[in-house]
């Protein structure tokens, strides 16, 4: 569900008043019904398919609950793994339905749970439903277990007016992540990036500096308001996002980042092969294969498949211990800097439209090193983006990175701020709908 999209800004005050009104054994199955309604406004096409893998998932879990049997876990993990292999890799020019890396890990750790009994399955269909399908963060995660998520569902409680202010708040937080800052840059990134070969080096490492700081305002401003919308509704999501870019090296970024689909990783793939304690080659091999899997689970592609084995190389190059010496003994500033420029020429792959034209913005970043604050500047006028504005914004941009998730208080000293965020959202979101600018969240292509 696109949390800017009229109907969504519409209904969901509507479903809070009534999810506050009704009996609370109602409550869930309002929930349910509308995650499900917003799911086929936003995607009818594939609502057969979510509905599939809720079915396939709900019926093995009750299945391995009576039998605990490995070949019968594999029967339940396949078919749900086939829909994301066929709709995702198989190139048959289907259109991907929307959320379905999401959901369909959801789904697999819920079945793997109740096969290692961390977990006990759900018994009730609609229950089960919810928990797959909970609009909050059914596109884009956090990627949650049935340990922390069904229960919390099972008895659908009423939020106090504090912790009512703090969703809000925490909403407030996402959208100004969205409009103001992944939205303002987005024409930025997107001029250069549509044909890297005509841009010299100052203006592509400028380009892969603002994706890095569109990327992290756009899918944590998700997040947040993911986080914060269930909040209303007594519901307590995880947090997905920890100050990413002010990590010293990468195994500490990727702590900090998309943090529920590292964790997944962690548990359901790392540990499972042997972790480290295998040997130092098996450690390599572990490594290499999880960092490989989160490059294909984002896409398909040889650039996705470069980007996440170059972040786990690079983990595995910090681990020899002259190298993770000489990290440690780097004071903190320059060593997160070192790390986010890394992250930031990763990003690279991620975002550029194929393999081909992230190698040829790799190699363009040699070039034109003459007057780069000038070149840099042209990129403005081309793109008509207001030149004050723009540097504002780009400023206010880093500052989110570095210090605004630390001020989310309610406390007065902090409400006038809100309030000029608030307005600052609606008369970027007007002036977006008077051009018809298109504002999906990144990670629904995922």
């Known amino acids: 569900m696109n949390f800017l999209s009229p109907v969504f800004l519409c209904a969901l005050p509507l479903i809070l008043g009534l999810y506050n009104f009704i009996p609370q054994k109602l409550r869930p199955y309002l929930l349910l019904l509308a995650s499900w309604s917003f799911y086929i406004y936003g995607s009818p096409g594939s609502f057969w398919v979510l509905i599939a893998i809720t079915v396939i998932s709900y019926c093995y879990g009750l299945i391995l609950e009576k039998r605990r049997n490995f070949f019968i876990l594999t029967a339940g993990i396949l078919p749900v793994l086939g829909f994301l292999i066929i709709y995702k890799y198989m190139g048959l020019g289907l259109t991907l339905p929307v959320g379905i890396s999401f959901y369909t890990f959801q789904t697999l750790s819920y079945m793997i749970d109740v096969y290692k009994k961390d977990c006990k399955a759900e018994a009730n269909f609609f229950r089960y439903s919810l928990f797959v399908s909970f609009f909050p963060q059914l596109v884009a995660g956090p ?10 569902l099972q008895k659908c409680k009423v939020q106090s007016s504090e912790h009512l202010k703090e969703g809000l708040i925490l909403m407030l937080m996402g959208f100004y992540k969205k409009v103001a800052v992944a939205d303002f840059l987005a024409p930025l990134v997107d001029k250069v990036y549509s044909d890297p070969s005509l841009w010299i080096g100052p203006v592509v490492l400028f380009a892969s500096i603002l994706f890095s700081m569109q990327i992290y305002a756009d899918f944590s401003g998700y997040s947040d308001i993911a986080r914060g919308c269930a909040g209303l ?18 195994r500490e970024f990727w702590k900090k980042w998309h943090i529920t689909l590292t964790k997944w990783l962690t548990d359901y793939i790392y540990i499972p092969l042997g972790g480290s304690r295998k040997g130092k080659f098996k450690l390599i091999i572990n490594t290499l294969v999880v960092f490989l899997i989160s490059g294909i689970w984002h896409g398909a592609g040889l650039k996705f498949i470069l980007w996440g084995l170059g972040h786990g190389i690079i983990v595995l190059f910090e681990d020899i211990p002259p190298v993770k010496k000489a990290i440690n003994s780097l ?10 420029m890394i992250v930031n020429l990763l990003w690279i792959f991620f975002r550029a439209p194929d393999t081909n034209a992230a190698l040829t913005m790799i190699k363009m970043l040699k070039t034109g090193w003459d007057n780069p604050i000038l070149k840099i500047f ?19 941009s ?11 208080d309610i406390s007065k000293k902090y409400r006038v701020v809100l309030f000029i965020m608030a307005i600052i959202i609606i008369f970027i979101r007007m002036y977006q709908i008077e051009l018809g600018t298109t504002n999906s969240f990144i990670y629904f292509r995922f």
């Open 398 to 408: 880093i500052a989110l990175l570095y210090l605004f998730p630390k001020v989310v």
């Open 143 to 152: 990627i949650e277990r049935p340990q922390n998520l069904i229960p919390q």
């Open 331 to 340: 004071p903190k500033w320059p060593a997160v800097f070192i790390n986010f």
């Open 378 to 396: 042209n990129i403005f006028v081309l793109t008509k983006i207001p030149k004050g504005p723009g540097i504002i914004c780009i400023l206010l």
């Open 233 to 250: 509704f007594g519901i307590e999501l995880s947090v997905n996002f920890d100050h990413p870019y002010i990590s010293a090296s990468l």
